[in-house]
T-cell receptor, first 111, second 113 residues
Framework: GQNIDQPTEMTATEGAIVQINCTYQ??????LFWYQQHAGEAPTFLSYNVLDGLEEKGRFSSFLSRSKGYSYLLLKELQMKDSASYLCAVRSKAAGNKLTFGGGTRVLVKP | DAGVTQSPTHLIKTRGQHVTLRCSPI?????VSWYQQVLGQGPQFIFQYYEKEERGRGNFPDRFSARQFPNYSSELNVNALLLGDSALYLC????????????FGPGTRLLVL
């Protein structure tokens, strides 16, 4: 089976940086995704990593280490609108295109 | 271009009833996946369809069924509703079956009383 762990909640200050960690156990790893989900809304795609290293997209960056089963999402220059849940999801070759999600990390940005 | 669309947006049913949820994928996308998200948790995989065939099934009872139509839209059916079926039901579409990013629709919020 697959197991994905991420912290339940994090708090940070507007303008600061927050790093959300995700650890996973899976066979046949075939990619890791980060989604942002505002309360009551659908998840929106943020980033995708399949090879080791850092992917940068504006204020958001995502890192992957396949040997360690570890990823993080880095949010820089935090804005109030970044308050949301951040979902880590893993895809495995053994499961087609099925995504297995962690429980999500709720980030609260304070002024 | 329109994103993934789902209908209805909200639904209230009573225990034992049946429900049909609908999803239209992004134009050109041939794969549709369904997820259930209970409040405070991450989405849980229910089904994946690609080219009108079931390509994956999650750990859900047989009360849950789905199908995909020739235009790649999809329906999720749930029979004999239980209180625990109350959740946000998300549809996600992708170009293909295995390697592409999934994009989510706005979801259908189902409340079972």
């Amino acid at each position: 089976g697959q197991n994905i762990d991420q912290p339940t909640e994090m708090t940070a200050t507007e303008g600061a940086i927050v790093q959300i960690n995700c650890t996973y156990q899976t066979s046949g790893f075939n990619g890791l995704f980060w989604y942002q989900q505002h309360a009551g809304e659908a998840p929106t795609f943020l980033s995708y990593n399949v090879l080791d290293g850092l992917e940068e997209k504006g204020r958001f960056s995502s890192f992957l280490s396949r040997s360690k089963g570890y990823s993080y999402l880095l949010l820089k220059e935090l804005q109030m609108k970044d308050s949301a849940s951040y979902l880590c999801a893993v895809r495995s070759k053994a499961a087609g295109n099925k995504l297995t999600f962690g429980g999500g990390t709720r980030v609260l940005v304070k002024p | 271009d329109a994103g993934v669309t789902q209908s209805p947006t909200h639904l209230i049913k009573t225990r034992g009833q049946h429900v049909t949820l609908r999803c239209s994928p992004i134009s050109g996308h041939k794969s549709v996946s369904w997820y259930q998200q209970v409040l405070g948790q991450g989405p849980q995989f229910i089904f994946q369809y690609y080219e009108k065939e079931e390509r994956g099934r999650g750990n859900f009872p047989d009360r849950f069924s789905a199908r995909q139509f020739p235009n790649y839209s999809s329906e999720l059916n749930v029979n004999a509703l239980l209180l625990g079926d109350s959740a946000l039901y998300l549809c996600a579409s992708s170009l293909g079956q295995e390697k592409e990013t999934q994009y989510f629709g706005p979801g259908t919020r189902l409340l079972v009383l």
